[in-house]
């Protein structure tokens, strides 16, 4: 019998061009199963939107990307490497790729704009001379738009620009892959606008891969490549933002139909 | 006829709190072994370390100073009549150094310190949990419980028994002004009365035991923060839940040190 490749081992499945492979994935917590089999990939230089409504698993799901969560079941691979079993080390090596823009921004709060970007900097760029670790971070912030905001604490910025810093924290390490958690939930039309298009700036000027949460179907449309829409712990349709608008799927629909 | 239904009663669990108190041993003795493993493990969080290390003892010195004064000098005021009865005034200056120093400072400071900074880091690290920062330290490949953690109970481990030590000396200062405001006795009469009475088997063992008071101070805080579940209010819960078992556990260890000491020698 020859195995479908839904069923292949993730090792065994070689396209160059898909970094993010997710087969089969399950997780629960206590009864509530949130992911009953995700099977998605994400193909270099892509920025897949994931759509969803509110409690559905999004975050979850890129949450396992990077071990944040522990699936129950499945197998996860991010730039090749199959992370079930991977040692602290050789997942923080991996971790270092992927860069992760959380909901709230996740600032430190108790250090400045330009320590929360030299944080991560000094960890893993020891061989960074100060000159070069400060035109680092005020490149960073250039391309974030925010290069006045270097000292101020994070208690003293707005939400867009927090999410702005937060987005310049992530990137100071030059990811391959960005995963954006509800990148425009709370903020206003406008500075949601900006945010969407600087995902898009990030994608084409750094050519990153890109896996974005949101049920905001403006940032959908202006960064998405490609759509995933989840239902019930599954992917229930796929598709480019046209193709989806134009889905007679009820489910599919009732995103659009806000 | 209509059949019968029959509902089932919810289960009951015998002992709740029984199984919540073996699963927090559990987790409790887990994060204890992941700290000794990874204490010895470079890389070595230096600043953090020498930050917390200021923040935990020289921003309680204040605190530590007022308290310790005020037992020296309430515990001489009080003492002192009945001394005289007995016409043993001039035991004071000992007998208030040996308690202090074997008992009283080691005790209350550590409960003063266990109300300031073990609900500190537990409310400081109950709140990074509950905004993802300690998320975002683990996504960007830093171990935030080297960082977060190591230091924090390693500072706390180290700056106790340094702040007992102060409260021992202001104490002593205390009992001196507290003798003197009914009578007249010279500075160096009574510290060189309170010194003498003093033995190394009254410092060692107290000394000793303020490591493990510390160390449990900065755990408890850490354990508790950093397992905060989600929402404010667990930050709250977290501060509130590490003073408690703080000044529980220093007390346990108090009593077990005592037995221990009197075991010895």
Not at chain 1, 112 to 134: G, I, Y
Not at chain 2, 63 to 73: E, H, P, Q
Request: net charge neutral.
């Amino acid at each position: 019998m020859i195995l479908t490749e839904r069923y292949l081992p993730i090792t065994q499945q070689k396209n160059a061009d898909d970094v993010i492979i997710i087969k089969n994935l399950h997780k629960s917590f206590g009864s509530n199963a949130v992911l009953n089999g995700i099977d998605l990939t994400v193909e270099k230089g892509e920025n897949l939107v994931v759509l969803g409504k509110s409690g559905s698993g999004k975050s979850v799901l890129i949450k396992c990307l990077v071990a944040l969560i522990t699936p129950d079941e499945g197998e996860i691979s991010v730039l090749g490497t199959p992370i079930d079993g991977l040692n602290y080390s050789a997942l923080n090596a991996l971790r270092i790729k992927v860069g992760f823009l959380f909901q709230t921004a996740a600032l430190y709060d108790s250090m400045t704009v330009a320590e929360n970007l030299a944080f991560p900097l000094k960890r893993h760029f020891k061989n960074l001379t100060d000159k070069e670790r400060e035109d680092r971070i005020k490149a960073v912030l250039d391309d974030v738009g925010l290069v006045e905001a270097i000292d101020k604490m994070p208690s003293e910025l707005s939400g867009g620009m927090r999410k702005r810093i937060g987005l310049a924290r992530t990137l100071i390490l030059e990811p391959e892959i960005v995963l954006y958690d509800e990148p425009t939930t709370g903020l206003d039309t406008i500075t949601s606008r900006e945010i969407s298009e600087l995902i898009v700036d990030i994608q084409q000027k750094r050519k990153t891969t890109a896996i974005i949460i949101t049920h905001d179907m403006a940032c959908a449309r202006l960064t998405s490549d490609r759509i995933a829409v989840l239902n019930e712990g599954v992917i229930h349709a796929e598709g480019t933002y046209n193709e989806l608008e134009q889905s007679k799927d009820k489910w599919v629909q009732s995103f659009f139909n806000v | 006829m209509k059949p019968k239904t029959i509902i089932a009663e919810p289960r009951r669990e015998l002992f709740p709190g029984l199984k919540s108190a073996f699963a927090n041993t559990g987790e409790a003795t887990v994060f204890a072994l992941r700290f000794f493993k990874e204490v010895f493990v470079p890389p070595y969080e230096w600043k953090e370390l020498l930050k917390q290390c200021f923040k935990i003892g020289y921003k309680s010195l204040t605190l530590v100073a007022i308290t310790g004064f005020i037992m020296g000098l309430v515990l001489t005021l009080q003492s002192r009549p009945t001394m005289a009865e007995f016409g043993a005034e001039s035991w004071i200056p000992g007998m208030v150094s040996i308690s202090l120093v074997r008992e009283i400072a080691p005790v209350i400071t550590a409960l003063i310190c266990a109300g300031k900074i073990s609900s500190g880091i537990g409310a400081e690290l109950g709140s990074m949990k509950v905004t993802e920062q300690i998320d975002a330290m683990e996504v960007s490949g830093i171990n935030p419980f080297k960082y977060l953690v190591v230091t924090r109970i390693v500072a706390a481990t180290l700056m106790i028994p340094l702040l007992v030590i102060f409260a021992d000396a202001v104490g002593i200062v205390g009992s001196y002004i507290g003798i003197n405001i009914n009578g007249d006795v010279s500075m160096r009469r009574f510290f060189a009365q309170a010194v003498n009475s003093l033995d190394f088997i009254d410092l060692i063992p107290a000394t000793i035991k303020t490591f493990f008071f510390g160390f449990f101070i900065g755990f408890i805080g850490c354990f508790k923060g950093y397992n905060a579940a989600q929402g404010t209010e667990s930050v709250g819960k977290a501060a509130n839940s590490a003073v408690v078992t703080a000044s529980l556990g220093i007390f346990i260890m108090d009593m077990l040190a005592v037995q221990i000491t009197d075991f010895l020698y």
